[in-house]
């Protein structure tokens, strides 16, 4: 018989307090119960303490939090006492000074901002949402409700809205279906899913928030639960949304639009954006599992420049590792890593290696070792070590809801970044388990002193790990910006990490649900999100793969990656005409960068998603709501990827306004749908009239070549178009301090004029002296150009391009006829 020693340390078994998240769970000696579904009765009344008005049926509270003028959260403690404020997702619930008033008549108490209401029904407890004009957006279907304490054990919370016929729905992070999530139903519990199949769910993420979409208004609703969630979204009934969870509290927030755009920004408020990334990580990656040995990394760096391909990334999967313990090097393989990341990065590569969180069970490995004398790693409720095979065999598991070992695995990283590890892939974070899939609820959490099972932790384990991982990396670097990447993750992950969709596979069915998954999860407040290119699993041909490249150029994290029993997976493995094309457009990717990074820079200060699906461009258009295939990068380029072999030529819907195809600077008008030819070395890319582009000259590497002058397409529109353009060094912390400029360009023109202006924010100064002009679309051949009120007369007019360069301190530039 095997003997273990319980562990002396856990002081006191969790309560149900901290078990369920709850105060109020009956006696369990009571015995078995039906299931008994209690819903609020009527109101009897209402306390307001500053910005939080509390409601009471006699027995359950609501609270009524306004947050912003167009964020209102409500919580119910079925019992009267609510849970402490603690939220992973939402680190500060920032209410600043808002103005607000209350409202009392026969039927209802409201409460009212500058932006919206917030309904309560005095008769069934009903809560609803309206706009200014008092029009309903959201409204419950039948008061918030809960089960406590049933047969099954479990306490469980739910909300239910009513559902509009014509209402859509969006979000909800990787789902791997249709964009539209109208009539689904979506269970969130973070899940290693190999091979995912169309449809099939949970998946790697929760993002437990959607946005809503009736009669051209869009909402929000965030319900922030990390315990196993549900969403139903007039599946069961077409009336009728839903979402409920498992445990902890009912508690979401209503967030405004009316456009989808100001529902994303509005999440973005609540969960945070994501930091900006350093330049070089938005160039094209290059990983499989695994580049091993080292001459294996040397001869993949080496066909890149070679044959001039760009790239940035390489990476290092498991087996770099010692028998896959973490922070630690198998020797045979990798005998002197840190002049083989050395020499990489003489030659322009960044390192990225690959962390899981399972720690071999060994005690002659020292993190283990350490881990374990520090009482870091999770135990069971029996206070037995939570157990389970990953790569390395027996592994026991950090407990990253708790601070102090997030602090201690943050500080695991200096060697590697000593020896120029310049990134880190967090992966199977779920976390994983071979055989179990993952932790059984019963293991404990600290949940950074919110202690609760794995229940409640689940959700939120991957996030935390990478967290840690950044926060790390962060003081490591010193003021260098650390690269992330985590497969699992829960709401406000994007502080943290980029992501990757998972183990996909090599089809053309993979590619369409990549494509719709990244658009879904940069709606969902994730917005440096990939594929990985070609299928981790499976052989692509040369035309799927090539066609991926066109795609994953477009994507806001561009990283090949495939499964150790695949073939040669570079971008020159299928031959030509493969290489070739793969190669125009890596350039293209390298080209943009400077659109890609002010794009970045819009969404990390102001929360605009990266990726838009046209429904976003267009929400008033109900057609949109349906279609998936077209997206805009940013604000100003829109992409249609093509999703089929053997396809040339496809249909490519255009929103209302004018649209330059970039490929032969035609102009065409939107609003309709346009025939593109597609052949393999083409897809769409439309630019939207007005747009400044700005462009960098190739490079093999981000900072290969001191850029001596900054290309800007300026596209001519007969309506007045803004564009920003962020610059800044690219890799430090600097424009936390305001070391950046912000440019924005207006455009605008009519028969005989073009006008180009520009304004300048911030305390950066770029190195370059000058910008090339290159303007498209002039509907009449220039004379006269007039810059700050001086003659201009060095300027080429060809073949419908009006070329030159002039300083880039200029504030306004007059084309004229
Ligand atoms: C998981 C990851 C995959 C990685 C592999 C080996 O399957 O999702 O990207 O290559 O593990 O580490």
């Known amino acids: 018989m095997e003997e273990k020693v319980l562990n002396p340390d856990i002081e006191v078994p969790l309560t149900e307090v901290e078990e369920e998240g709850f105060r109020h769970l009956n006696n369990p000696a009571d015995g078995i119960k039906p299931i008994v579904k209690k819903y609020l009765g009527s109101p009897s009344g209402v306390e307001q303490s500053g910005n939080k008005f509390y409601f009471t049926d006699g027995e359950a509270k609501v609270e009524v939090v306004v947050v912003t003028p167009e964020i209102i959260r409500v919580r119910v403690a079925p019992h009267g006492v609510f849970l402490e404020e603690f939220s992973y997702a939402v680190p500060k619930l920032e209410t600043k000074k808002v103005k607000f008033d209350l409202h009392e008549d026969i039927a209802e108490f409201r409460i009212s901002t500058e932006s919206i209401n917030c309904h309560i029904s005095k008769k069934d407890f009903f809560i609803s949402f309206s706009d200014q004009e008092l029009r309903i957006t959201s409204m419950d279907a039948v008061p918030m409700h809960w089960e406590e304490n049933t047969q099954f054990g479990g306490y469980y919370v739910f909300g239910t809205k009513v559902c509009h016929p014509q209402e859509t729905f969006f979000g909800l992070g990787d789902k791997a279906t249709e964009l539209n999530l109208r009539g689904k139903r979506f269970k969130n519990w973070n899940t290693d899913a190999y091979s995912f199949a169309w449809n099939q769910d949970p998946l790697y993420r929760t993002i437990p928030f959607y946005i809503s979409v009736n009669e051209g208004v869009a909402h929000g609703i965030f319900f ?26 009912l508690q979401y927030y209503y967030i405004h639009g009316p456009h989808m755009m100001d529902v994303v920004k509005r999440y973005h408020i609540l969960t945070g954006t994501h930091p900006m990334p350093p330049l070089w990580a938005l160039g094209y990656h290059q990983c499989r599992w695994s580049y091993y040995p080292e001459s294996k990394v040397r001869a993949v760096t080496k066909g890149f420049r070679d044959k001039k391909i760009p790239c940035d990334g390489i990476y290092l999967d498991i087996d770099y590792m010692d028998g896959y313990r973490c922070f630690t090097w198998n020797r045979k393989y990798f005998p002197d890593p840190r002049k083989m990341i050395k020499e990489l990065s003489d030659q322009g590569f960044k390192t990225v290696v690959i962390i899981d969180p399972g720690i071999r069970v060994d005690d002659n490995y020292a993190i283990f070792k350490e881990g374990k004398d520090k009482k870091y790693f999770c135990r069971r409720s029996d206070d037995y070590f939570m157990e389970g095979h990953v790569w390395p065999g027996r592994c026991q598991f950090p407990d990253f809801t708790n601070p102090d070992v997030r602090e201690w695995w943050g500080g695991l990283f200096d060697e590697l970044v000593d020896i120029g ?49 950044y926060d790390g990396l962060r003081k490591l670097m010193k003021n260098k910006r650390p690269f992330t990447i985590t497969r699992a993750g829960y709401s406000g992950l ?19 649900l990549g494509n719709i998954q990244c658009q879904r999860l940069s709606m969902s407040g994730v917005p440096f999100c990939g594929t990985d290119i070609g299928g981790f699993s499976g052989e692509p041909d040369g035309e799927l793969f090539t066609r991926w490249i066109q795609l994953g150029t477009f994507t806001p994290f561009m990283r090949s990656h495939s499964a150790g029993d695949t073939k040669e997976r570079e971008p020159w493995s299928f031959g030509e005409p493969y290489t070739t094309i793969n190669r125009k457009f890596i350039e293209l990717r390298y080209r943009l960068l400077p659109y890609l990074y002010s794009t970045f820079w819009e969404h990390h200060r102001y929360g605009f998603p990266i990726l838009r699906p046209v429904v976003m461009q267009e929400q008033d258009v109900q057609s949109n709501h349906f279609r998936q295939d077209e997206f805009t990068y940013g604000d100003k380029i829109l992409i249609c990827p093509v999703l089929d072999p053997g396809i040339a030529r496809r249909t490519v819907y255009l929103p209302k306004g004018d649209w330059y195809n970039f490929w032969n600077s035609e102009l065409v008008e939107g609003g309709k749908e346009v025939m593109v030819e597609t052949p393999l070395d083409i897809i769409p890319i439309f630019v939207k009239a007005g747009s400044v582009i700005p462009e960098y000259p190739v490079q093999q590497y981000v900072g290969e070549k001191e850029i001596e002058e900054v290309k800007l397409n300026v596209y001519y529109s007969d309506y007045e178009v803004n564009s920003f353009y962020f610059e800044d060094y690219g890799e430090t912390f600097a424009y936390e301090q305001d070391i950046y400029l912000e440019k924005k360009f207006i455009v605008n023109g009519d028969a005989g004029q073009m006008t180009i202006s520009q304004s300048l924010e911030g305390l950066y100064t770029p190195r370059y002296e000058n910008y090339h002009f290159s303007v498209t679309g002039l509907p009449f051949k220039p004379s006269n150009i007039l810059v700050d009120n001086k003659w201009f007369t060095n300027f080429t007019y060809r073949n419908d391009k009006l070329e030159f360069r002039f300083t880039k301190n200029f504030k306004h530039i007059k084309i004229m006829k």
């Open 224 to 249: 922030d639960n990390t315990f196993k969630s549900q969403f139903d979204f007039g599946a069961e009934d077409k009336t009728k949304t839903s979402f409920w969870a498992d445990g902890g509290e």
């Open 421 to 469: 590890v310049a990134g880190v892939w967090n992966d199977m974070n779920e976390p994983a388990v071979f055989g179990a899939g993952t932790f059984p609820d019963d293991v404990r959490h600290q949940y950074d002193g919110h202690r609760g099972s794995h229940r409640k932790a689940h959700n939120v384990y991957g996030m935390q790990m990478v967290r840690s991982t």
């Open 494 to 512: 994007q502080r943290y990490a980029s992501v990757w969709t998972g183990d996909n596979v090599a089809s053309w069915e993979h590619m369409k």
